[in-house]
């Protein structure tokens, strides 16, 4: 039985509903502009080091990272896994935002939602629908079907690559956010229950 397969999902239902909950007013919520405003003010010199782990939500990237892993340790359940944490990370991606359609006027890109947001990066969007994050639903499903097969320090460095990308997302104001407190729901929910159905 996997425990960490378990508590990803008790975890990520939690956050996802919190998140979906605090992202249906009719404009983005005072608190969450004042932490957007927090994170995406911090200095420049933190592009870089924010840059390189971000990169593990992009589909390919995240995707190779987490087959690189699975062939290392020699575990083919877990490549299986990967593959299908992407394929689900775009079907949960694609339901939240058929069931936020309504609200997606509001939960806009942080260019058109955020006054002064700062944009860093020539490929950060500034309008489109943000909610919830990709980025984040695929490294926080990947994160939990990999950290099941690790140990120690290793395994919680794979599950603070989720909190670095969530920041990332933020500060290079690419979302919101509950953007990517919806990603990380949405991404333990799905890697969650890889790691019990394939654990």
Known sequence: MSIVGWGSIGVGAVVLALSVVGALGPTIPAAEASAFRAVNGLPDWLFVPLWVPMQLGNLVVGTVAGLAVALLLGEVHVAVAVVLAVVLK????????????????VRQRPGTSEPGARLRGADVPATGPSFPSGHVILVAAVACVVVDVLSGWWALGWFAVPLLVMLGRVYVGAHNPLDVTAGLGAGLLVGGALAVVLG
């Open 90 to 105: 775009l079907v949960a991606e694609r339901v939240l935002r058929h069931r936020m359609a309504r609200h997606l006027e």
